[in-house]
T-cell receptor, first 115, second 109 residues
Framework: ETGVTQTPRHLVMGMTNKKSLKCEQH?????MYWYKQSAKKPLELMFV???????ENNSVPSRFSPECPNSSHLFLHLHTLQPEDSALYLC??????????????FGDGTRLSIL | GQQVMQIPQYQHVQEGEDFTTYCNSS?????IQWYKQRPGGHPVFLIQ?????EVKKQKRLTFQFGEAKKNSSLHITATQTTDVGTYFC?????????FGAGTTVTVRA
């Protein structure tokens, strides 16, 4: 039990589908993150939210749309994805946005496959 | 931009042997964190180093931060099968945390 729960664990979708990834943290943290993990590559930070406000978008294509309704929930809405978007999508949380000084707690991830 | 490089990418170790994985940054870091990801799992925070030359130990794991705060190492003694996984370093600079690509460790029994 990590305190960060991601659903679904696995997702297969076509390029024209619309789906959403969900992340929920039970740690009382105020910052949440989306990462993309591809084989043999470093973790790629996608978005950062601090107290529900987006504070960082690392040039992520608009086919990925994040939503943070409150400090405990984070969504990643997916639309018209490409095959190269197939990866493990990890959600993480930390006490605040100053993430360098605090450990990040990761969820188990959603394994996404684009057909 | 800041880059964090890890070597080696893969480490195959005989059970009982020692090994070291290295993390190098192109810029001076404020601090560095280490994470471990078991196969099929998610990254789990291990430790954070902040001071120049800092050394911290967790049982058989020894973490070191370089004097110039641009590199770090993780040394594991008497490797066990439970040490299998990918070890990531993450360096902080200018409020940005950059992860290395990781060292994937396999153990021969």
């Amino acid at each position: 039990e990590t305190g960060v729960t991601q659903t679904p664990r696995h997702l297969v979708m076509g390029m024209t589908n619309k789906k959403s990834l969900k992340c929920e943290q039970h740690l009382g943290h105020n910052a949440m993150y989306w990462y993309k993990q591809s084989a043999k590559k470093p973790l790629e930070l996608m978005f950062v939210y601090n107290f529900k406000e987006q504070t960082e978008n690392n040039s992520v294509p608009s086919r990925f749309s994040p939503e943070c309704p409150n400090s405990s929930h984070l969504f990643l809405h997916l639309h018209t994805l490409q095959p190269e978007d197939s990866a493990l999508y990890l959600c993480a949380s930390s006490q605040t946005r100053d993430r360098g000084n605090q450990p990040q707690h990761f969820g188990d991830g959603t394994r996404l496959s684009i057909l | 931009g800041q880059q964090v490089m890890q070597i080696p990418q893969y480490q195959h170790v005989q059970e009982g042997e020692d090994f070291t994985t290295y993390c190098n940054s192109s810029t001076t870091l404020s601090n560095i964190q280490w994470y471990k990801q078991r196969p099929g799992g998610h990254p789990v925070f291990l430790i954070q180093l902040v001071k120049s030359g800092e050394v911290k130990k967790q049982k058989r794991l020894t973490f070191q931060f370089g004097e110039a705060k641009k590199n770090s190492s993780l040394h594991i003694t008497a490797t066990q099968t439970t040490d299998v996984g990918t070890y990531f370093c993450a360096g902080r600079n200018d409020y940005k945390l950059s992860f290395g690509a990781g060292t994937t460790v396999t153990v021969r029994a």
